[in-house]
């Protein structure tokens, strides 16, 4: 359904640190593809398994700001996963939010959530379901 989801950033040089690290606790490595538009905004492109995540100065000369409501979720392969993309979050410049990372259960059944603020304050979440 998605080809990218990207998000405003006001410093790239803290996001790229702060996405290295979290985005690497699920499988991304290598460096971002660091693309200059014709504008002179900077984007970096994190691609991974047929997705694109992107960080990006916004393109209007604003100021980043936060989408209230919104939550961007990284599919994670285990619970442990959960927790790495937790830890590398706060040790990165980000904020816990929510519960603490764990088991929740639901109306979409049992999964372990992790919920984290990037240093602009854009939430997202890793996300666990166990095999039915």
């Not at 259960?105 to 166990?130: F, Q, T, W």
């Amino acid at each position: 359904m998605f080809n990218h989801i990207m998000v405003g950033s006001n410093d790239l040089d803290r996001s790229k640190t702060f996405y290295d690290a979290v985005l690497g606790t699920l499988g991304f490595s290598g460096e971002p593809l660091r693309n200059v538009a014709p504008s002179g905004h900077v984007r970096l492109f994190y691609r991974h398994n047929g997705g694109t995540f992107c960080v990006s100065e916004p393109i209007n000369g604003e100021p980043a700001s936060v989408a209230n409501g919104g939550t961007i979720g990284f599919k994670a392969d285990s619970p442990e996963q959960v927790k790495r993309f937790h830890d590398a979050a706060v040790a990165h410049g980000g904020t816990s939010a929510e519960d603490p990372p764990g088991l929740r259960e639901g109306a979409l059944g049992s999964m372990h959530l992790s919920y984290v603020r990037d240093p602009d304050g854009n939430k997202l979440c890793a996300i666990h379901r166990p095999a039915a």
